[in-house]
């Protein structure tokens, strides 16, 4: 049996419930086992010698839990049981298991793969029809359109593409998603329609199901135009904008952090953006998240 911690642990010890069905079948717990350790690419990092299950004492009415030794081994993301034989019952199980240890690091890196998208979204600044704050999400502008990778490139913006507020330039926008997820990056295609209205700093806060604040990855700053090297030039009215030629579609950039899990909304706080004076846009959002097995609840020893 192989457990996913659902992120990458310094593992510590384990604890058993062995099998005890109606208070009877003790005879079904797993007795003799060895375990092996994984990391995120599935290599084998480590491995016990013989380890010893006890049967279920259950005098109680109710099973004792068994704290087992296991070897201390660094940076573990998957444990595989391998149950040698019983205590005696043709069948075999187990009632509950959880591991101890110490967080490390998520499971897994950002790859461009698997970005989805928000489902809704609000702001406090200003919506403009036809630059709708929804054509931030609905992938309208990418290439391709689906599936959704930080590698597809966001057409130059205009009506029908891109987000531009109007008579305010900072404020929050948050966006929610379709499920509960672990989140561990965000892809931005910022506005480039204009270049000094991209969205220049901001924050990036974690909501959960609530609208509670959960977490905040603070002070990130992306680039003008989002990251297309554009020549500028001063236009009729001294705004730097960048010519039409130059302007051949916009790259994501991508925000990694540490996973944030129970996140139900990412709202972005944009604290400035390029210089123009009463509105921000921003091209499209991108959310790499994943559902939280359940497996992944470890707890730490007292
Ligand atoms: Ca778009």
């Known amino acids: 049996m192989t457990y996913d911690l659902g992120a990458v642990y310094n593992v510590t010890n384990m604890v058993l419930w062995n099998y005890d ?12 086992f060895t375990i092996q350790y994984f990391d995120k690419t599935n290599g084998l990092i480590a491995s016990s010698g013989l380890l010893t299950a006890q049967r279920a004492d259950v005098t109680s009415g109710r099973i004792v839990a068994q704290v087992i030794d296991i070897p201390d081994t660094s940076n573990v993301n998957k444990i595989k049981l391998c149950i ?6 043709t069948l075999a199980g187990i009632a509950e298991l959880k591991f101890g240890g110490t967080y490390v690091s998520a499971w897994d890196n950002y790859t461009p ?3 989805i998208s928000p489902t809704g979204a609000v702001t406090t600044l200003n919506d403009w ?23 597809n490139t966001h057409a130059i ?10 008579g305010i330039k900072t404020g929050t926008v948050t966006y929610a998603l379709s499920n509960v997820l672990g989140v561990t990056a965000v892809a931005l295609w910022n506005g480039n329609e204009v270049w000094n209205k991209s969205v220049k ?8 199901k609530n609208d509670v604040q959960i977490a905040s990855v603070d002070g990130l700053v992306a680039r003008a135009g989002g990251g297309v090297a554009y020549v500028y030039e001063l236009n009729a009215v001294g705004v730097l904008h ?7 579609g916009t790259v994501a950039e991508v925000f990694n952090f540490d996973e944030v899990r129970g996140v139900k909304k990412v709202r972005l706080n944009i604290r400035s953006n390029y210089g123009d004076g009463g509105a921000t846009s921003i091209s499209e959002i991108g959310i790499h998240g994943r559902v939280v097995p359940p497996s992944g609840t470890v707890f730490r020893f007292l």
């Open 21 to 32: 069905e109606g208070n009877v079948l003790t005879n079904r717990g797993i007795k003799d």
């Open 157 to 166: 913006s205009a009506n029908n593409y891109m987000w531009e507020s109007t």
């Open 84 to 89: 040698s034989n019983n205590w005696g019952d």
């Open 242 to 248: 960048g010519p039409l030629a130059a302007r051949v």
């Open 201 to 208: 700093d901001f924050d990036i806060q974690f909501l959960d």
């Open 129 to 151: 029809s036809p630059r709708e704050l929804f054509h931030s999400w609905d992938t309208s502008g990418l290439t391709p359109a689906s599936p959704l990778r930080s590698t």
């Open 113 to 115: 793969l698997d970005l």
